[in-house]
Every structure is written in structure tokens, then in C-alpha cells.
């Protein structure tokens, strides 16, 4: 089992970790600023390259009432894994993932989010991530399996500006 990241509350440690660039014009579900019904994740990198958030779900993707759906929990954990991709450099889509659901995630109160790389072999990219409650008790754990892809070009990057993807 992977140990949380020892980072504490981002807002103290505002200097020890860089926000991730995201476009205004991003529509990604998971981190889009662009999407109004997305989940809006705002992710932080570490030194290590470790992606990380904190948020607060809300009730609008509960499943079991007071907690958050388990498909939002296994997106959640696949955002953060392809955060932790990127944050390689790296441009690579979800081939595998599983979920070990361990505890609800309750879908009013922080939660924090932390991924990583933990393995590369060619285009192939093994990740994990962790859900952690605000005590940093581990509620979910994902693995990944992200193999890097041919990004398709931007329609006009002059026009558009930065590209869109998450
Ligand atoms: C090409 C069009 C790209 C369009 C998208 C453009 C850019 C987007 C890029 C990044 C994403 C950006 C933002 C992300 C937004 C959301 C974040 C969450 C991430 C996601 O939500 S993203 C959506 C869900 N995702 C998909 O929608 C993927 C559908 N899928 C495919 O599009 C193909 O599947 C693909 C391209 C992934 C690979 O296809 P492929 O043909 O290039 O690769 P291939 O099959 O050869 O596998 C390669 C090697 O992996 C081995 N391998 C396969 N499976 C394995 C397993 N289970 N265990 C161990 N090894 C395994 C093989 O054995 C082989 O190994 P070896 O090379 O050693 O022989």
C-alpha cells in the first residue's frame, strides 16, 4: 500500500509546489474551467512531480447519500493519475485502471487527491493515486495503466491559444 504524500494543507505550502497549467478553454470533466458541470480540479505538483489536489465534491455527484458516487471516485483518481502523467511531460491516455474503494468518500467535506508515476517502460506509464480524508485516511486507492498517445493537432493554435486538453 502506497503511504500518503506527506504534503500538508497546499495553502501553507504555497512554495514548495507549483499549480498545473490549465487552459481557460479547457473542457476537460475532471480539471475544465470551461465546463460548467465538471468537477473543477485544481491540481498542484510537487517536487517529486507528484500531482495533487484538494476539493470539496458536493452533492450534486453523490451516490450514496452524504457520499460521492463511485464512478466520480474512479474519476477522480484517473484525473489525478493523468495529472501525474502529464506532469512527466508526458501526453497518454487511460489503457487500465482498478479501484480499491476502502472507505465512502463523503462528498461535503475536503478531500485530497495525490497520484504518481511509479513505473515507465517505453510508451507504458504505471500510476497510483489516493483519496485521502481530511485526517489523511487512505478512502480510496486507484493503479493505472497510461500509454502515451499522438496528440491530434490543435485546429489553430494561434486563434485558440494553449491546447484545450486537460
Ligand atoms: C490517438 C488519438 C488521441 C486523441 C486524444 C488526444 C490527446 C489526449 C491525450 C491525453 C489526455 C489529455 C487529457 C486527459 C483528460 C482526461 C484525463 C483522464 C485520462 C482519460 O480518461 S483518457 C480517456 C480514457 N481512455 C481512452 O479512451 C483510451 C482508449 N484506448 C486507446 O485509445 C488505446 O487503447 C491506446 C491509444 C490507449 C493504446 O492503444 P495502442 O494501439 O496505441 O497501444 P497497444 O494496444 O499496442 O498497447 C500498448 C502497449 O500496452 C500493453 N498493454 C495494453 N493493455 C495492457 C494492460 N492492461 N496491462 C499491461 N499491458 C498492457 C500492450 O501489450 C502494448 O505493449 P507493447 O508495446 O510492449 O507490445
Not at 507549483?18 to 458541470?37: I, L, M, T, V
Not at 512527466?88 to 487511460?94: C, E, I, K, N, S
Request: charge should be neutral; hydrophobic fraction near 35%.
Amino acid at each position: 500500500m502506497t503511504k500518503p504524500l506527506q504534503v500538508e494543507k497546499l495553502t501553507r505550502y504555497a512554495d514548495a509546489v507549483r499549480k498545473f497549467a490549465s487552459a481557460a478553454q479547457n473542457r476537460c470533466f475532471g480539471c475544465g474551467a470551461a465546463n460548467e458541470h465538471g468537477l473543477h480540479l485544481e491540481f498542484y505538483l510537487t517536487q517529486e512531480l507528484h500531482a495533487v489536489c484538494e476539493t470539496t465534491v458536493g452533492d450534486f455527484f453523490e451516490g450514496p447519500k452524504g457520499f460521492v458516487h463511485g464512478g466520480i471516485i474512479a474519476t477522480l483518481l484517473d484525473e489525478t493519475m493523468s495529472k501525474a502523467v502529464r506532469a512527466h511531460g508526458l501526453v497518454a491516455m487511460t489503457r487500465h485502471m482498478e479501484v480499491d474503494y476502502q472507505r465512502p468518500v463523503p462528498s461535503s467535506e475536503e478531500i485530497r487527491l495525490e497520484g504518481r508515476v511509479t513505473r515507465n517502460e517505453g510508451r507504458k506509464h504505471w500510476t497510483e493515486a489516493l483519496i485521502l480524508n481530511g485526517h489523511g485516511k487512505v478512502l480510496a486507492h486507484g493503479k493505472g495503466l497510461f500509454i502515451e498517445v499522438k496528440p491530434a493537432p490543435d485546429p489553430d493554435p494561434v486563434k485558440d491559444g494553449p491546447t484545450p486538453h486537460g
